[in-house]
């Protein structure tokens, strides 16, 4: 079995529809939903689907754009923090990067775009803003890919590589991603609801960044048993046997080792996926409650396991874990919470992410 | 210090070849009817890996700056009417799993890089992190044709794949990397530069990304 070091967290923080992650932790133990119906393709039009976007963030691009604002505010606790150097690597990862900016070109003309386009100069550029060195490595897999650069930043402090990690997730929605979710289906004028049983699935996006500093002995939680699988059996689909999701979940059940945890699954809204998902977790960790926050904040792609860690780490501090937001009824099995819940009587979280190819992650978070 | 050694290699440079004419060349290596809706650079890659004849037990390291550029170039095309397939197909480490979903081959762990200046050298110590018996890092990237006027995608076709093993026997290169003083300036590395090191079996000494030096020593 790969090994994943167990390392901690100093620091950290995200940003939502809902604000940053006291805020969107509150939101969510109130039950608010952030997503709301817009036009797919934003300005051009089209059906309304569930979207949630930063505060006062418009959907449409501009240049530069308009997602710099919030993000600098969300990191404003990093400045002069020397991040970028050799000793303070900066982990990047998203799935979207600037690539609306590349829609709007294409749609618009408007060549000012192009300089956010493409990952690396759009990070570059990122990079330049936040005022980092250049020692950032980039990582793109889609929505599993803030768990890589968790993994990869535990992996370069466990070296002795560096002496702090910063890894940084953002993923901004625009027409681009909701435009291919939308023609996947998947994306629809239904409301997700996480984990029910129902007879149509429905995802929504949202807009979401976030960012986790991580130590070797600082902090007060740990990371462990952080672990990948990849099915590659098919671009949008699962194994039916779920048994990606439980090759997955087999090393964070061995690190759990019989404490008592709660479990924030991916719970996008689709049927198959959450049903494969919901059965392994349980079987993995029976009796243990599950919840799952996209039907509130939207599904925040590359970015959602760095923002769903921070909401799992705030949880952890304020003794509070909000339920299952979205989903009313009853659920594939009954390990699912709608309602918030104590934190006090688990030992810790199991955090789960899934991504196109089959992609899995999922990692223990404790008290360290 | 972090060490592997290249027990195997695979390099292809196709330089201005259309899609079309790759797929008519390799269609082959693949598997019946696969290829209808490979990328370029997802036949390229995949046939880069097949020649390593990659196994459930390695590891994935993927570098590339621009990825499945044709795709996304057709996949902007498509709106208002945005094509389900080439979103997908678009997706950044579409191109190794175009491979590995073809021969359904799962791996553990996969970790798709992008970037410019310090890709290979990040690709690297992510493989050289890897407890895996074996890690295949490859990478490539595929012409573009209107992003390309734009200078927003690659302006030349190629793929490589390595196999990384901790043993030197039978190696055809020993890769190192080392820290070295933060104070060190690190050069640029890029993907091409690094392709045609391994094209053309060029050793390698340079401080390429902050605080890391990359040796490539060929046997």
């Not at chain 1, 039916?240 to 404490?259: H, N």
């Amino acid at each position: 079995m790969p090994s994943a070091p167990a390392v901690r967290l100093l620091a950290t923080e995200c940003l939502t529809a809902l604000g940053d992650a006291r805020a969107t932790h509150a939101a969510l133990r109130r039950g608010e939903v952030a997503l709301q119906p817009r036009p797919v393709l934003g300005a051009d039009g089209g059906e309304a689907v569930p979207l949630a976007l930063a505060p006062g963030r418009g959907y449409d691009e501009t240049a530069p754009p308009n997602w710099l604002a919030p993000l600098q505010g969300m990191s404003s606790a990093l400045a002069g923090g020397g991040w970028g150097t050799a000793r303070r690597p900066v982990f990047v990862t998203s799935s979207n990067f600037g690539v609306g900016s590349l829609y709007a070109y294409r749609r618009h003309g408007d060549a000012a775009h192009l300089a956010f386009g493409t990952p690396h100069a759009c990070v570059e550029w990122l990079a330049g803003a936040m005022g980092w060195g250049p020692n950032v490595t980039t990582v793109s897999h889609a929505c599993v890919s803030a768990h890589l650069g968790l993994l990869l930043a535990s992996r370069t402090l466990a070296a002795g590589l560096a002496e702090q990690a910063l890894v940084f997730s953002f993923d901004f929605i625009s027409p681009f991603v909701a435009g291919g979710f939308y023609a996947l289906k998947i994306l629809n004028a239904g409301f997700p609801a996480p984990y029910a049983d129902r007879p149509t699935g429905s995802i929504g996006l949202g807009d979401g960044a976030a960012y986790a500093i991580l130590t070797r002995e600082r902090g007060d939680f740990a990371l462990e048993g952080q672990s990948l699988y990849n099915e590659m059996h098919h671009f949008t689909a699962n194994r039916a046997d779920g048994t990606g999701f439980a090759a997955c979940l087999a090393p964070v059940q061995a690190a759990v080792a019989g404490r008592r945890v709660w479990l924030k699954g991916h719970g996008t809204g689709t049927l198959e996926a959450g049903r494969l998902e919901c059965g392994a977790l349980a079987a993995a960790f029976p009796g243990a409650p599950l919840v799952g926050w996209k039907g509130s904040l939207g599904h925040t792609l590359g970015s959602c396991g760095l923002v769903e860690l921070a909401l799992a780490c705030e949880s952890i501090r304020t003794g509070w874990v909000p339920g299952t937001v979205g989903t009313a009824g009853p659920g594939f099995l009954p390990n699912l919470a709608n309602g918030e819940f104590a934190a006090r009587d688990t030992d810790g979280v199991v955090c789960a992410s899934n991504a196109f190819g089959g992609a899995h992650a999922a990692f223990f978070l404790a008290h360290a | 210090m972090l060490e592997r050694y290249v027990q195997a290699l695979s390099a292809h440079d196709v330089g201005l070849e259309e899609p079309a004419a790759t797929r008519d060349r390799l269609k082959d290596r693949f598997p019946r009817g696969a290829t209808r809706r490979m990328t370029q650079l997802g036949l390229l890659v995949g046939t880069a890996l097949e020649d390593l004849g990659p196994g459930t037990d390695d590891a994935v390291v993927y570098a590339s700056a621009y990825a499945e550029t044709r795709a996304l170039e057709g996949y902007l095309d498509s709106f208002p009417a945005a094509s389900p397939t080439l979103f997908q197909t678009s997706i950044h480490p579409s191109a190794v799993q175009q491979a590995l979903i073809g021969r359904q081959l799962p791996v553990r762990e996969f970790f798709p890089l992008t970037g410019r200046l310090h890709l290979p050298a990040h690709a690297l110590q992510a493989a050289l992190l890897s407890d895996a018996s074996r890690v295949l890092v490859c990478g490539g990237e595929e012409r573009g044709t209107w992003l390309l006027e734009r200078n927003a995608a690659s302006d030349r076709t190629f793929a490589f794949a390595l196999a990384l093993v901790p043993t030197a026997a039978g190696a055809l290169a020993r890769v190192r990397l080392e820290p070295v003083d933060a104070a060190v300036p690190a050069v640029a590395l890029t993907l091409p530069m690094f392709f045609d090191a391994l094209r053309t079996r060029q050793a390698l000494d340079l401080v390429a990304a902050p605080g890391l030096r990359l040796e490539v020593e060929w046997r």
